[in-house]
């Protein structure tokens, strides 16, 4: 894999697509329509997602027509095994969130080798905010004011900064969050919960909810690049990708020197 050009390809088609969904909503308040719908498993999806779904994934075909490509939004993508190396998209993460008119939601495009998201892009259009892996792993953000490393910070056991989904935040969470000694709470949306403790603004993210690869692929890539670990709440392995039916264990996304409590 060419990874200068790699990275290149996928900010640029995090930010057209992240364009294209914004154009989407701006109809929307004009009065137009966001066009609405449920899918066969009962999840969201709208005109956006299939507009910025269509801008990366032939963006992604043409820049790299011999890497197999995996969409949320296209079925047939996800059939049969996981190959080697491939590329992941969720076009528009936080679907929930974008039809309320919240801001919290991303564009996500990862490339997966061996079962290990290597590199990543995570873009929130709404706030501009791009979270990425340099061509030599490394993550960065890149805002208005210019590009800069990103690095977990080193946590206090004694009072760590947790972030948990906004939509999906349950009974369980809350009596596994209850387990440390926390004196700061977040809740985000989409994968923005991965670049939070990327920049260092939070500690840890547990996940026990159901989450698709391509829900966190790319932010693991971006927290993995700033030096964090995602692994399975289950027995604290690595979270791995291109498992059959593309669906995650729960997890836990977290900076190092956390010490971690068993399952909830």
């Known amino acids: 894999m060419d990874h200068d050009r790699l990275a290149e390809t996928m900010a640029r088609l995090a930010r057209e697509a992240g364009a294209a969904i914004l154009a989407v909503r701006a109809e929307a308040e004009a009065g137009g329509s966001l066009g609405a719908a449920l899918k066969d498993d009962r999840s969201p999806v709208t005109a956006a997602d ?3 779904d269509r801008i990366i994934a032939e963006g992604l075909g043409a820049a790299f027509p011999d890497v197999p490509v995996v969409t949320e939004e296209r079925a047939a993508s996800q059939a049969g095994r996981a190959p080697g190396a491939f590329l992941i998209v969720d076009p528009l993460d936080g679907t929930k969130e974008f039809l309320r008119g919240a801001g919290d939601f991303t564009v996500n495009i990862a490339y997966v080798e061996n079962g290990e998201p290597l590199r990543g892009v995570v873009y929130a259009p709404a706030s501009g905010r791009l979270f990425r892996t340099e061509p030599d792993g490394r ?71 159901r989450t698709m690869e391509w829900d966190t692929a790319a932010g693991q890539a971006v927290l993995r690049g700033a030096g964090g670990h995602v692994v399975r709440l289950s027995d604290h392995a690595p979270l791995r990708y291109g498992k059959p039916g593309w669906e995650n264990p729960h997890f836990l996304a977290f900076a190092p020197g956390v010490q971690l409590a068993g399952r909830a």
Do not use: M, Q, W
Request: contains cysteine.
């Open 50 to 52: 299939l507009a910025a």
């Open 139 to 209: 993550a960065v953000e890149e805002a208005a004011e210019g590009t800069r490393p990103l690095h977990v910070a080193e946590p206090d056991n004694a009072a760590l900064r947790v972030v948990a989904s906004k939509s999906h935040r349950d009974a369980a969470t809350d009596a596994y969050i209850a387990r440390y000694a926390v004196s700061e709470f977040r809740s985000a949306g989409s994968s923005l919960k991965f670049c939070l403790v990327a920049a260092g603004e939070a500690d840890l993210y547990p996940r026990l909810g």
